[in-house]
């Protein structure tokens, strides 16, 4: 299993037959699914406050999302993707 290590070699060690990064693959996406479809119901079908609660979570999330990745997060001498470098 793959965990530490330069960019490039965690992608490569990706491809790799891991049964349990597929389980854990697997399950997140299940989960999104879940949350997705959670969500659909909340902004179309949902009452006032579901909805604003759903917008409300959705904009919490965005923000987290676009928050650069802390250095101390990054292994030394990693080269990580531009959206995952620490803003300057």
Aim: glycine share 6%.
């Amino acid at each position: 299993m793959c965990t530490r290590g330069t960019w490039s070699q965690l992608e490569s060690c990706a491809g790799a037959d891991d049964v349990q990064a597929h389980a854990r693959l697997a399950a997140a996406e299940s989960g999104v699914k879940a949350a997705q479809a959670q969500l659909d119901a909340a902004t179309h079908n949902g009452t006032l406050q579901e909805r604003q609660g759903a917008a409300a979570d959705l904009a919490r999330t965005r923000i987290d999302r676009d928050q650069p990745v802390p250095v101390s997060m990054l292994s030394p001498g990693s080269n990580p993707p531009a959206r995952f470098r620490p803003a300057r």
